[in-house]
């Protein structure tokens, strides 16, 4: 009966892949994805997606030239996530920035992550199951069912829409599909047997995944804690003894890889400094700070796990830092509640097992982003993978206290009323205005927000706009008068309206609190431009590329201060070089067209005016300049006595931008041609559009005095 007994759970052990009976959840995930997703796909870039996305001229590869792909990978902002920045750069080569493409793509790894993660749940239920003590034991029949439940539960939930729906979050998602093909091919190969060839291939297949998942996203550094605790936990059946006999072969190699693999990828090898100087030019609170707030943001994420209301979700969490255990009191009581929580991890291990891993799986995957590293306090996204086991333990505790009957109908009520709560979320992120609009409804006290709706009301330009985003930069500057963004927005904006010792002030405040803050030298520069300071303004342009030499708009305002400056060669040179980096730039393309129309080659400066109209007809300055050229070009035309091609010019000045003159002007040579009711119809024009043009005026009247003797022979 034993060897029965050992026999069968041999068998059960060795079978690895899905059975047929078992597939059937996976296009169920697929289509509560499509149903949740799909009507994301034509939202807009947002955010950090600028960055590292659009505004990132590494990604824009033209072939898979070698050459292209290298630098995709390593010399984009992101530069220690290669085959996230690599997955951007083959989406713009297949549709250049359509936002549809990179949003389908985050969809479907979210698609295949839900079928890795109902394939893990099996395994690990499977593992369960063998177990000689297991309390949370399923038969193999019921397994898909309670993975299915956990997956679609994981795969609806609203905490996964910002992995999904915010563009380079890609690098979570991306990194959580190779984490968990890591750890599937890891318990197969476990499974096979690591003396067999099918072992030792999926094991190295796992450990390849792992790599490739490091240069996704950071947080691949903890896979080798979760192999140890899923080989302690499952196939060492937590015997004491074997952490103490593989502490050589195990646990110090396991340490010094994590170690040395932090360190490299968020440490440059010098942690201490780089932790240091993380804090010291991006942050408001310290390292200790920080770490004391994370033990109210590890409870509040459990919360949202338990409980996702959208009110609750918001791209930019506040969290004022904790400065003591004690200040607030809450950060005390978090870290009691987190030991307690630990404890009973601990407690439970011998008796609940998969309760026990369930609860160790969460701190271990959110140990990396909840640590002394200098990152943002809280943000949704880092639970896309530390949120699974838990959402395990729930349905398992769930189905406990239904004495394991029918787990179909909460199951189901439960994914509808998560999906109705995503499908809501997902609106949020339709474009920069709805999305920080939502984030400084949440946290109206938080600069950040306040600061970055105010330059979503810029953006969309409707009336009244610049005025209210002023509003949002002052209330952002009331939470924090030093905060760099507000003071280098707001300097834009009193920089257009001509206050330019007020926006040379509030840059300087700026460059003040972040020494480092290339685009406040660039907004200064362009204030000592329009003041007439030029020399001051090319050393504060210069001093913005030695800070971010990839940014074009700082090289459009270098030519623009050549420009004004009269040093047409360099203004040329450096709006070219703004091409390369941003060839859709209708502001380059218009300075290049004002350095020909400096140059009086008016022919040549058409073209460009042309180009920079057609990448964006809301372009005003490439409107008007466009209009002034052909305006121009038609008088030529109408001096050499070209009469029907002067007509043309000033009929398309006329189509781009009224302007009496150019009515006027056409008028004359529609007379001239024989037309005198389009010639009076064009002077009648000229004279609406300005009723002080003497010249339209007198154009009109004799117009309408040689028609007369027509009309009355």
């Given at each position: 009966m034993r060897n029965s007994l050992k026999s069968h759970h041999l068998k059960q052990m060795s079978e690895p892949l899905l059975k047929p009976c078992q597939r059937w959840p996976l296009p169920v995930f697929a289509i509560l994805s499509l149903v949740l997703y799909l009507h994301t796909l034509n939202y807009d870039f947002v955010f950090d997606d600028s960055q590292n996305v659009r505004d990132n001229p590494n990604i824009r590869i033209t072939s898979f030239d070698p050459a292209q792909l290298r630098s995709a990978a390593f010399d984009a902002p992101s530069h220690r996530r290669p085959v996230a920045n690599l997955s951007f750069a083959l989406n713009y080569l297949a549709d250049g920035y359509n936002p549809r493409g990179y949003r389908l793509v985050n969809v479907v790894i979210h698609i295949v992550n839900a079928g890795l993660v109902y394939w893990l749940l099996c395994l690990i239920l499977q593992l369960e199951a063998a177990g000689k003590e297991a309390k949370f034991k399923i038969a193999p029949a019921g397994i898909p069912l309670v993975a299915a439940a956990t997956t679609a539960i994981w795969a609806v939930h609203p905490l996964q829409v910002q992995a999904v729906a915010y563009i380079v979050q890609r690098m979570t998602s991306l990194a959580s599909m190779f984490i968990l093909l890591a750890l599937c091919l890891y318990i197969v190969g476990r499974k096979a047997g690591i003396t067999r060839r099918r072992g030792i291939t999926c094991i190295a297949a796992a450990a390849l995944c792992w790599l490739i998942s490091l240069g996704c996203k950071e947080i691949a550094v903890a896979v080798p804690l979760l192999v140890?605790?899923?080989?302690?936990?499952?196939?060492?059946?937590?015997?004491?003894?074997?952490?103490?006999?593989?502490?050589?072969?195990?646990?110090?190699?396991?340490?010094?890889?994590?170690?040395?693999?932090?360190?490299?990828?968020?440490?440059?090898?010098?942690?201490?400094?780089?932790?240091?100087?993380?804090?010291?030019?991006?942050?408001?609170?310290?390292?200790?700070?920080?770490?004391?707030?994370?033990?109210?943001?590890?409870?509040?994420?459990?919360?949202?796990?338990?409980?996702?209301?959208?009110?609750?979700?918001?791209?930019?969490?506040?969290?004022?830092?904790?400065?003591?255990?004690?200040?607030?009191?809450?950060?005390?009581?978090?870290?009691?509640?987190?030991?307690?929580i630990l404890v009973v991890?601990?407690?439970?291990?011998?008796?609940?097992?998969?309760?026990?891993?369930?609860?160790?799986?969460?701190?271990?995957?959110?140990?990396?982003?909840?640590?002394?590293?200098?990152?943002?306090?809280?943000?949704?996204?880092?639970?896309?993978?530390?949120?699974?086991?838990?959402?395990?333990?729930?349905?398992?505790?769930?189905?406990?206290?239904?004495?394991?009957?029918?787990?179909?109908?909460?199951?189901?009520?439960?994914?509808?009323?998560?999906?109705?709560?995503?499908?809501?979320?997902?609106?949020?992120?339709?474009?920069?205005?709805?999305l920080w609009q939502d984030c400084a409804r949440k946290a109206p006290n938080k600069p950040r927000p306040l600061t970055n709706f105010g330059y979503a009301l810029v953006q969309r330009g409707e009336a009244g706009d610049i005025d209210e985003a002023v509003r949002y930069y002052h209330r952002a500057l009331a939470a924090n008068p030093n905060y760099p963004l507000a003071n280098n927005n707001l300097a834009k904006i009193l920089t257009d309206r001509g206050d330019y010792a007020a926006a040379i002030e509030h840059c300087q405040r700026a460059i003040n609190k972040k020494p480092k803050y290339a685009e406040a030298y660039n907004n200064y520069g362009v204030a000592l431009v329009k003041s007439g300071n030029y020399d001051d303004a090319l050393e504060k342009f210069h001093t913005s590329i030695k800070l971010d030499p990839n940014n074009a708009s700082v090289y459009r305002n270098i030519g623009n201060a050549h420009l004004s400056g009269g040093d047409l060669d360099q203004a040329d040179q450096y709006y070219q070089h703004a091409l390369t980096l941003q060839p859709d730039s209708a502001d380059a393309w218009n300075g290049r067209g004002g350095v020909q129309k400096k140059r009086g080659r008016h022919q040549d400066a058409l073209p460009l005016f042309r180009k920079a109209l057609a990448l964006d007809p809301t372009h005003k300055p490439s409107r008007a300049n466009c209009r002034d050229t052909i305006a121009i070009l038609g008088s030529i035309e109408l001096k050499a006595g070209r009469i029907k091609a002067a007509a043309a010019y000033f009929s398309e000045a006329i189509d781009i931008l009224p302007n009496a003159k150019d009515c006027n002007n056409l008028g004359a040579c529609l007379g001239q041609l024989g037309q005198l009711d389009d010639a009076i119809a064009m002077f009648a024009r000229a004279v609406e559009l300005d009723p002080e043009y003497g010249d339209a005026h007198r154009n009109l009247e004799a117009a309408e005095q040689m028609k007369q003797p027509q009309e009355h022979p």
């Amino acid at each position: 009966m034993r060897n029965s007994l050992k026999s069968h759970h041999l068998k059960q052990m060795s079978e690895p892949l899905l059975k047929p009976c078992q597939r059937w959840p996976l296009p169920v995930f697929a289509i509560l994805s499509l149903v949740l997703y799909l009507h994301t796909l034509n939202y807009d870039f947002v955010f950090d997606d600028s960055q590292n996305v659009r505004d990132n001229p590494n990604i824009r590869i033209t072939s898979f030239d070698p050459a292209q792909l290298r630098s995709a990978a390593f010399d984009a902002p992101s530069h220690r996530r290669p085959v996230a920045n690599l997955s951007f750069a083959l989406n713009y080569l297949a549709d250049g920035y359509n936002p549809r493409g990179y949003r389908l793509v985050n969809v479907v790894i979210h698609i295949v992550n839900a079928g890795l993660v109902y394939w893990l749940l099996c395994l690990i239920l499977q593992l369960e199951a063998a177990g000689k003590e297991a309390k949370f034991k399923i038969a193999p029949a019921g397994i898909p069912l309670v993975a299915a439940a956990t997956t679609a539960i994981w795969a609806v939930h609203p905490l996964q829409v910002q992995a999904v729906a915010y563009i380079v979050q890609r690098m979570t998602s991306l990194a959580s599909m190779f984490i968990l093909l890591a750890l599937c091919l890891y318990i197969v190969g476990r499974k096979a047997g690591i003396t067999r060839r099918r072992g030792i291939t999926c094991i190295a297949a796992a450990a390849l995944c792992w790599l490739i998942s490091l240069g996704c996203k950071e947080i691949a550094v903890a896979v080798p804690l979760l192999v140890f605790f899923i080989e302690w936990y499952f196939f060492q059946n937590l015997k004491l003894q074997w952490p103490l006999k593989t502490v050589g072969l195990w646990i110090v190699p396991m340490v010094v890889v994590v170690v040395v693999l932090v360190s490299l990828l968020y440490l440059d090898m010098k942690p201490v400094e780089h932790i240091l100087k993380a804090y010291e030019n991006m942050r408001d609170f310290t390292p200790f700070e920080r770490v004391l707030t994370q033990f109210r943001v590890l409870v509040f994420y459990l919360t949202l796990i338990v409980l996702p209301i959208p009110s609750r979700l918001t791209l930019d969490h506040h969290f004022p830092p904790s400065t003591t255990l004690l200040d607030p009191l809450t950060t005390a009581l978090s870290l009691a509640l987190l030991i307690g929580i630990l404890v009973v991890g601990v407690m439970v291990a011998k008796r609940h097992r998969l309760l026990s891993f369930c609860i160790f799986w969460y701190f271990i995957g959110l140990a990396l982003e909840s640590s002394i590293i200098g990152l943002e306090m809280a943000y949704e996204h880092r639970l896309y993978l530390p949120c699974l086991m838990p959402i395990l333990a729930l349905v398992l505790l769930v189905r406990r206290a239904l004495c394991r009957r029918n787990l179909i109908a909460p199951a189901v009520i439960i994914v509808v009323l998560l999906m109705s709560a995503t499908i809501y979320r997902t609106l949020v992120w339709r474009d920069g205005y709805t999305l920080w609009q939502d984030c400084a409804r949440k946290a109206p006290n938080k600069p950040r927000p306040l600061t970055n709706f105010g330059y979503a009301l810029v953006q969309r330009g409707e009336a009244g706009d610049i005025d209210e985003a002023v509003r949002y930069y002052h209330r952002a500057l009331a939470a924090n008068p030093n905060y760099p963004l507000a003071n280098n927005n707001l300097a834009k904006i009193l920089t257009d309206r001509g206050d330019y010792a007020a926006a040379i002030e509030h840059c300087q405040r700026a460059i003040n609190k972040k020494p480092k803050y290339a685009e406040a030298y660039n907004n200064y520069g362009v204030a000592l431009v329009k003041s007439g300071n030029y020399d001051d303004a090319l050393e504060k342009f210069h001093t913005s590329i030695k800070l971010d030499p990839n940014n074009a708009s700082v090289y459009r305002n270098i030519g623009n201060a050549h420009l004004s400056g009269g040093d047409l060669d360099q203004a040329d040179q450096y709006y070219q070089h703004a091409l390369t980096l941003q060839p859709d730039s209708a502001d380059a393309w218009n300075g290049r067209g004002g350095v020909q129309k400096k140059r009086g080659r008016h022919q040549d400066a058409l073209p460009l005016f042309r180009k920079a109209l057609a990448l964006d007809p809301t372009h005003k300055p490439s409107r008007a300049n466009c209009r002034d050229t052909i305006a121009i070009l038609g008088s030529i035309e109408l001096k050499a006595g070209r009469i029907k091609a002067a007509a043309a010019y000033f009929s398309e000045a006329i189509d781009i931008l009224p302007n009496a003159k150019d009515c006027n002007n056409l008028g004359a040579c529609l007379g001239q041609l024989g037309q005198l009711d389009d010639a009076i119809a064009m002077f009648a024009r000229a004279v609406e559009l300005d009723p002080e043009y003497g010249d339209a005026h007198r154009n009109l009247e004799a117009a309408e005095q040689m028609k007369q003797p027509q009309e009355h022979p």
